[in-house]
């Protein structure tokens, strides 16, 4: 996975399971992962198509999942009254798996479509969310029928498409190298669709229970149904709810297109793939004097800071009372993870107590670019943006790992670094370099 980077999910004109494939293609996943997918989860007869589409002037990207003579899951119908604009020529929201138990047809039933995401080749992090992402799903339909969860069945079509639609949305961020993943606001759609059983109101029932716990926002112009019981799953069981207070687009939008193309709105689903904003922002600072610890374990309890949301740790030399040498540690943190990073605090040391001080840090904006070394390996470089030009802090575990193969001395490595990132991020040239002290 990417470290920093994470993903926000916007389904303001709704989600459903093609809509987000497309949305991941659309952000950078590779077509031929998708493609091969049905083979790999036991259905090699079943193609995956992915097209360039228009939405109200947007280009977002398609989705279909074919079974063999061109069968599709369909999508549903919204009901318009007579006054209103007529759109049923246009095609339902989204595809629909709100499906009787029993009706004719083959089916597949919710204990069939889990057996074959157990059996897939998938990382235990994509198998465990598509499995409780099934589990929910039955839950739901299981609720609205009257039925055990096991006993839910899908129609063939349906339960194809739903298979691949939720086990390839997950996978998709691990294609991304995304575990991170945020939503915004939820657009549900208005008014009524037409089920098997007649008119059903929106969002449909399953939809409905599974949307309980997520933040529902306004339905815009949307019409019909905007949101399936897969795309309502998929928020339940991959985003960690709404995104961070700052951040910065890396990807600044990746649509994913529905079914149904009106005149009025994009029906289309952005994804923004995005990386923390760190230059302004509260901080608290964190610190504790210790004077019965070896200094051998400062290393490790840095660390632990570290990993426990630390921005920065310090440590010094100071002057214990009755003369005792002792060491003062400081760690500023960011305000949601104070009781983390205290938490470390006393795991990772003998301290009794912490100093907590709310503070403002800013800082300079910052990215990462990747440069090509002389030896033709790519190596990360910190970029600062500062007010006299741009600063540049190679990682420091690169340039030794780089200096440890070509035997150059760590710091002509580091500068060499530090012209070739200038060169790319600014064509003139390396002059006017600056280096980067570290962040406090």
Not at 108 to 119: F, G, Q, S, Y
Not at 209 to 232: D, H, K, Q, R, W
Not at 243 to 249: D, I, Q
Not at 257 to 286: D, K, M, Q
Request: charged share 20%.
């Amino acid at each position: 996975m990417v470290d920093g980077r994470f993903a926000i999910i916007d389904p303001a004109a709704g989600i459903s399971g093609d809509m987000l494939l497309g949305a991941l293609v659309a952000a950078g996943a590779p077509v031929e992962w998708l493609r091969g997918l049905p083979a790999r989860l036991g259905s090699p007869e079943v193609t995956v198509s992915v097209t360039p589409v228009d939405r109200c002037g947007l280009r977002a990207t398609k989705v279909d999942v074919i079974l063999p003579g061109g069968e599709q899951e369909q999508p549903s119908n919204p009901v318009v009254h007579a006054h209103a604009h007529d759109e049923r020529d246009e095609g339902g929201a989204h595809h629909s798996h709100e499906h009787p138990p029993h009706s004719p047809g083959a089916h597949r039933h919710i204990t069939h479509l889990i057996a074959a995401v157990e059996c897939a080749p998938l990382s235990a992090w994509v198998r465990e969310r598509a499995v409780r992402a099934f589990r929910l799903l039955g839950q739901a339909e299981g609720r609205v029928h009257g039925l055990p969860a096991e006993q839910v069945a899908l129609h063939e079509v349906g339960a194809v498409d739903a298979l691949i639609d939720i086990v390839g949305a997950i996978e998709g961020f691990e294609q991304l190298g995304i575990n991170r993943i945020y939503n915004r606001p939820i657009g549900v759609g208005d008014g009524w669709v037409r089920a098997a059983h007649g008119i059903i109101p929106v969002p449909a029932p399953a939809t409905a229970i599974l949307l309980e716990g997520l933040e529902v926002g306004p339905n815009g112009p949307v019409t019909g149904e905007a949101v399936t019981p897969t795309g309502a799953v998929l928020l339940r069981v991959l985003s960690e709810g709404a995104p961070p207070a700052r951040w910065r687009g890396v990807v600044a939008g990746a649509w994913g297109a529905g079914g149904r193309n009106p005149s009025t709105y994009a029906n289309a689903l952005r994804l923004i793939v995005a990386e923390p904003v760190a230059e302004a922002g509260e901080v608290v600072l964190l610190s504790t004097n210790l004077d019965d610890m070896s200094p051998e374990y400062l290393d490790p309890l840095r660390e632990a800071l570290v990993a426990a949301g630390a921005l920065d740790v310090q440590v010094w030399s100071t002057q214990m009372k009755k003369g005792r040498t002792g060491f003062r540690v400081e760690a500023v943190a960011p305000a949601p993870l104070v009781d983390r990073v205290t938490d470390a605090f006393f795991r990772h040391s003998t301290t009794a107590g912490v100093r907590r001080q709310p503070a403002e840090r800013v800082t300079l904006p910052r990215r990462e670019v990747q440069v090509e070394a002389a030896d033709g390996t790519r190596v990360r470089v910190k970029v600062l943006e500062a007010p006299d030009g741009p600063r540049m802090k190679p990682e420091y575990d690169d340039v030794a790992a780089l200096s440890l193969r070509t035997g150059q001395p760590a710091h002509e490595v580091a500068r060499d670094l530090r012209e070739r990132a200038l060169r790319l991020v600014s064509p003139e040239g390396a002059t006017g370099l600056r280096t980067s002290n570290k962040e406090s």
